[in-house]
């Protein structure tokens, strides 16, 4: 791929990391409406472009319609701009670390010949998904409402290979690592980790497949983590390196990055990541969409229709999904079928178009585990967990 950097596409990857944000000149944030052309990666179908270098690309509204996002379709979001291109026939992973009694390195062929096949429906949704929606702005990718998908995702679980591997009795965390790398050796490489028990349980994927196909390059090919229920920062690409280790993980992308205000938000804990004012991003948040209709969008007057969508959460499922039209009182939206904890779950209410003028519809999803979405959103700096609820205005003539 050709990359032609100029100055504003050097200042958008500027305001994608998080550490260099200090480095922009004041009002350099490119206005995100402005910098989002429709342009198409190799093997994507057109996308809308946050940033080039790195690639980060958001689904268009349309493609967010379908109960399984497109492979070509899905969004594609990178930290660092070095991606690599490793030939199927060439990848190794390596699982090993200080608490792995007898590390072992396997081939692709190793992986899907070796363990157990497991496929699993999950949303991936990235932290900052709505960033762009946050006011005041606050700084990273400027991300809309297409920083999310939900596929099928075909593995091996990461139990097996934990287990191969053998843990010992003192491991805390399991740290991962991608091929992709930054331009400037400084640049931290992209390491997450999960503690022992996130890794091990049973629908943590080392996933080769997406909707039956093998992962486009963009979304991590030959192989990457698939952990339903938790943010799409875990979810690591080009997976290279699997690692047991004995204490907690303190590289840049969990100790700096990914971080919220402690008790800001209902998340899954890890205690030994947190500090006292700190905690990392997990799980996410009883959230909707509204797919159906776009802002200011006309219903033709006695004609039906129906307000459809998604809703999803963390993996306990959704319970309900109400919607209040012109500050009426909340109704209860029929559900589609049930895909499973961590998909996502069709809504479809209808809308009364017997009377002209403006419309406002909101939608408000509850969980299995009781959690509602806010009304309004929770500030943060890092723009993260925006699921208040969403509000669509409508013109019925
Ligand atoms: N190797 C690698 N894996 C990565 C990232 C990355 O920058 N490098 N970004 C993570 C983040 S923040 C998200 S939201 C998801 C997005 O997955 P996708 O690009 O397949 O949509 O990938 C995750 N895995
Ligand atoms: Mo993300």
């Known amino acids: 791929?050709?990359?032609?950097?100029?100055?504003?596409?050097?200042?958008?990857?500027?305001?994608?990391?998080?550490?260099?944000?200090?480095?922009?000149?004041?009002g350099a944030?490119?206005?995100?409406?402005?910098?989002?052309?429709?342009?198409a990666l190799p093997g994507k179908r057109p996308l809308i472009k946050r940033t080039f270098r790195p690639p980060n690309f958001e689904t268009p509204p349309?493609?967010?319609?379908?109960?399984?996002?497109?492979?070509?379709?899905?969004?594609?979001?990178?930290?660092?701009?070095?991606?690599?291109?490793?030939?199927?026939?060439?990848w190794r992973l390596r699982v090993g670390g200080a608490s792995a009694q007898s590390p072992l390195e396997l081939s692709l062929s190793d992986l899907k010949h070796k363990f157990a096949h497991v496929s699993v429906t999950a949303v991936n949704q990235c932290a900052g998904c709505r960033r762009g929606l946050f006011t005041p702005r606050v700084p990273g990718v400027l991300w809309e409402h297409g920083a999310?998908?939900?596929?099928?995702?075909?593995?091996?679980?990461?139990?097996?290979?934990?287990?191969?591997?053998?843990?010992?009795?003192?491991?805390?965390?399991?740290?991962?690592?991608?091929?992709?790398?930054?331009?400037?050796?400084?640049?931290?490489?992209?390491?997450?980790?999960?503690?022992?028990?996130?890794?091990?349980?049973?629908?943590?994927?080392?996933?080769?497949?997406?909707?039956?196909?093998?992962?486009?390059h963009w979304n991590g090919a030959p192989a990457r983590l698939v952990v339903p229920g938790w943010a799409g920062t875990y979810w690591m690409k080009h997976l290279s390196s699997i690692r047991i280790e004995p204490q907690a993980f303190d590289g840049f992308w969990m100790k700096s990055a990914y971080r919220v205000p402690a008790n800001a938000f209902p998340i899954q804990r890890v205690a030994a990541q947190e500090t006292a004012d700190t905690w990392p991003v997990t799980s996410l948040l009883i959230n909707s969409l509204i797919t159906s209709h776009r802002a200011a969008e006309r219903l033709p007057l006695g004609k039906p229709a129906q307000l459809r969508g998604w809703a999803w959460?963390?993996?306990?499922?959704?319970?309900?999904?109400?919607?209040?039209?012109?500050?009426?009182?909340?109704?209860?939206?029929?559900l589609g079928k049930d895909l499973g904890p961590f998909a996502w779950r069709a809504f479809e209410f209808p809308l009364d178009t017997a009377t002209a003028g403006h419309m406002t519809a909101l939608v408000r999803a509850a969980g299995r585990d009781g959690a509602r979405q806010p009304e309004a959103l929770t500030p943060n700096p890092s723009g993260y967990y925006h699921n208040a609820i969403q509000r669509v205005e409508l013109e019925v003539a």
Not at 1 to 26: C, G, K, N, V
Not at 326 to 334: Q, S
């Open 313 to 334: 959460d963390g993996g306990s499922g959704v319970a309900s999904v109400s919607v209040s039209v012109n500050g009426g009182g909340w109704r209860d939206a029929a």
């Open 1 to 26: 791929m050709q990359f032609r950097p100029d100055r504003r596409h050097i200042l958008t990857t500027l305001a994608s990391l998080p550490w260099a944000a200090a480095l922009l000149p004041a």
């Open 29 to 39: 944030a490119a206005d995100p409406l402005a910098d989002s052309g429709l342009i």
């Open 62 to 90: 349309l493609a967010l319609r379908d109960a399984f996002t497109a492979n070509d379709a899905f969004f594609v979001r990178y930290h660092l701009a070095v991606i690599p291109d490793t030939a199927a026939h060439d």
């Open 148 to 216: 999310i998908g939900n596929a099928v995702w075909t593995g091996v679980r990461l139990r097996d290979l934990l287990d191969h591997a053998g843990i010992r009795a003192d491991a805390v965390e399991v740290v991962f690592n991608g091929d992709d790398a930054g331009v400037l050796a400084a640049t931290p490489r992209f390491l997450k980790s999960l503690p022992v028990d996130r890794a091990r349980d049973e629908h943590t994927l080392v996933a080769f497949e997406m909707n039956g196909r093998p992962l486009p």
